[in-house]
């Protein structure tokens, strides 16, 4: 079975410090993918970022970094220079291809509040 | 472009009474489909998938149900629903080669 563990529940930082927010899962598949999905406040799901098994490679993304280590089972994400409009629920997902729709198991989300 | 609504956007329903959401994909052709909750917790859940027309897969059983009258739209519905079915529903799409899943605005349903 497939888990992802967001061990954040709620974070809080002030304008232009620098987060990270923690991903870990478990799977035994060779295979798959990790997700990371922003929900502002109006609830849509936004999406960020997709890495699959085999690229290790870290990437940026202007203010967004993404740290991928397979050794530790962890896809870390960074935001650099937090701004108000980070305020949001972010959630990382783990995506094993079953040869008929693809089923995306989500962590619990962390809640990034960053104030003035 | 690919878009994807959803409505009614928010809906307040007695217990008891139907439910019918609808999620409607448009610029593309024979999306995946996906229906979420996400309960007052966060998490979402997987409820039910689509691959095709008239092809659905229930991942929770549950006082929920789902079809696909026609290649670009997905209905949940309930004959009668229950207290703990409100929650915030969101559907999803995915092309078939494509691993990322693109998600609507969501339903906000509350049952009193």
């Known amino acids: 079975a497939q888990k992802v563990t967001q061990a954040q529940t709620e974070i809080s930082v002030v304008e232009k410090e620098d987060v990270t927010l923690d991903c870990v899962y478990e799977t035994r598949d060779t295979t798959y993918y990790l997700f990371w999905y922003k929900q502002p406040p109006s609830g849509e799901l936004v999406f960020l970022i997709r890495r699959n098994s085999f690229d290790e490679q870290n990437e940026i993304s202007g203010r967004y970094s993404w740290n991928f280590q397979k050794s530790t089972s962890s896809f870390n994400f960074t935001i650099t220079a937090s701004q108000v409009v980070d305020s949001a629920v972010y959630f990382c997902a783990l995506l094993i291809l079953t040869g008929g729709g693809n089923k995306l198991t989500f962590g619990t989300g962390t809640q990034l509040k960053v104030e003035l | 472009s690919q878009t994807i609504h959803q409505w009614p956007a928010t809906l307040v329903q007695p217990v008891g009474s139907p439910l019918s959401l609808e999620c409607t994909v448009e610029?593309?052709?024979?999306?995946?489909l996906y229906w979420y909750r996400q309960a007052a917790g966060r998490g979402l859940q997987l409820l039910f998938y689509?691959?095709?027309?008239?092809?659905i897969s229930s991942e929770v059983p549950q006082n929920l149900s789902a079809s696909r009258p026609q290649d670009r739209q997905f209905i949940l519905s309930s004959k009668k629903l229950l207290l703990s079915d409100s929650g915030f529903y969101l559907c999803a799409w995915n092309r078939d080669s494509e691993e990322t899943q693109y998600f609507g605005p969501g339903t906000r349903l509350l049952v009193l």
């Open positions: 689509s691959v095709g027309i008239g092809q």
């Open positions: 610029g593309t052709s024979n999306p995946n």
